[in-house]
């Protein structure tokens, strides 16, 4: 595929944290990132992905700069590449109501890292914050903008979650979740105020729970 050559360097750009890695002698480097903290359904997914030395994707950037057709394509290169390597975690809304949301985004960002098919020697994760893990690993403040494998990272949680919460809605056809994908939309509320909730509403969130406990308190 042709690049431009601002689209090399700017590729190239996203790359040094990488680089720098590899300078110091790591190999195989993993970006890992999540998709759905923010959602008052569905799951909380995290990818982790480790990119070839060199690669250089046409438009590979943070999922969220991306149009639903973009990170479709990309999320297919990424996935048939054979030299790209990457593993999924997927945590359920009612673990995310048992444990927080927080704690939940650092399980599934276990589970991607520990789902590679090949065990990475460092990891690069989005993020300030720092899941327990055995693997040397660094947080980058807005790394989906600023690391290449984790910008690929970012675009295999959010396409996964995306076609969940699609397949979700066949289940559950009355809340929307194919428009909004569980977030708290005008429409999403509306529906919430006049269905309630189903299984896959994260009863712990607002204003779910305030919904279920003025139900509570009505019986």
């Not at 910008?151 to 996964?160: D, E, G, P, R, Y």
């Not at 299984?199 to 607002?206: G, L």
């Amino acid at each position: 595929m042709f690049l431009s050559v601002q689209e090399q360097f700017r590729l190239q750009q996203m790359s040094l944290y990488e680089k720098q890695l590899r300078m110091q002698g790591y190999q195989m480097i993993a970006g890992v990132d999540e998709a759905g903290r923010g959602p008052l359904a569905g799951p909380v997914v995290a990818a982790a992905c480790i990119l070839p030395e060199q690669f250089l994707l046409n438009r590979l950037d943070d999922s969220k700069k991306l149009s639903v057709h973009q990170r479709d394509s990309l999320y297919e290169a990424l996935i048939h590449h054979p030299g790209v390597f990457y593993g999924i975690g997927i945590v359920e809304p009612v673990d995310i109501d048992r444990i927080n949301i927080l704690q939940a985004t650092f399980l599934a960002m276990q589970q991607s890292v520990f789902a590679l098919p090949k065990l990475p020697d460092y990891l690069l994760i989005d993020g300030n914050q720092l899941p327990k893990i055995s693997i040397p690993a660094k947080v980058v403040v807005k790394g989906d903008s600023l690391s290449l494998s984790i910008a690929a990272a970012s675009i295999l949680a959010k396409v996964t979650r995306d076609r969940i919460l699609e397949a979700l809605d066949l289940e559950y056809p009355l809340y929307g979740f194919k428009k909004h994908k569980g977030y708290g939309t005008a429409d999403h509320l509306k529906a919430l105020a006049l269905y309630g909730p189903c299984k896959i509403h994260r009863k712990s969130f607002e204003p779910i729970k305030s919904l279920l406990d003025r139900l509570s308190s009505a019986m």
